[in-house]
């Protein structure tokens, strides 16, 4: 009795990749390669154009700076905001901004942490004054709640500076006291009417 005839096979014993199949597991015969674009749909190499001045795309000119400082050359993307309508004088000023941001990133991260410190304190120390003191014959709930809306806004306005605060990057040294000058007055005031009402210490025995 015989039977048909056996299969070949391959090889060591490997098996025959179907018709149309590359042994690395790619259909068709060739390899297929993907290419990346670069960003924001820029041909590879090249950095996006930010919009032209009239029409500025998400962030404007600010955003698409930052965004590619780093990866070229500050010659480089003036160039090419320069070709998509911004002026060369502009993109320089961003440019310097930019600089002066990063270089006074630890400066301002540190003001923050003091004008927090001393917001958060002063309201701490003043709220449970006026609400032990018993002389002041049930005002501190009232005080309590004026305190804690004008202190707020107070700290809002000195966060606001000190995030928004122009600073060279070349006069870093002596920045911090500006950087927490306007805030610091602001709580002087706050807290300084605050004790002026006699809620948190008048009456004590």
Do not use: H
Not at 79 to 95: F, I, Y
Not at 173 to 194: K, N
């Amino acid at each position: 009795m015989t039977s048909g005839p056996l299969d070949p096979g391959t090889p060591n014993g490997e098996p025959q990749p179907e018709p149309g199949e590359q042994p690395g597991g790619q259909p068709g015969g060739a390899p297929q390669w993907t290419l990346r674009p670069g960003p924001e749909g820029a041909p590879p190499g090249e950095p996006a154009e930010p919009g032209p001045p009239s029409q500025p795309g998400p962030g404007g000119l600010s955003a698409y700076l930052a965004a590619n400082r780093g990866r070229f050359t500050d010659e480089v993307l003036v160039d090419e905001a320069v070709k998509a309508g911004w002026s060369a004088d502009a993109v320089q000023n961003e440019l310097a901004a930019l600089t002066d941001g990063q270089a006074t990133a630890p400066i301002r991260a540190r003001a923050r942490r003091i004008v927090i410190v001393l917001y958060l304190v002063g309201y701490a120390v003043l709220v449970a004054a006026m609400l032990t003191n018993v002389g002041n014959y049930g005002g501190g709930g009232i005080g309590t709640v004026v305190l804690t809306v004008a202190l707020g806004i107070a700290f809002a306005v000195g966060s606001l500076w000190v995030r928004r605060k122009r600073i060279s990057a070349d006069r870093l040294e002596g920045s911090l006291p500006v950087l927490i000058a306007l805030p610091a007055i602001l709580w002087l005031v706050v807290t300084g009417l605050c004790v002026a009402t006699g809620l948190p210490f008048s009456g004590r025995g």
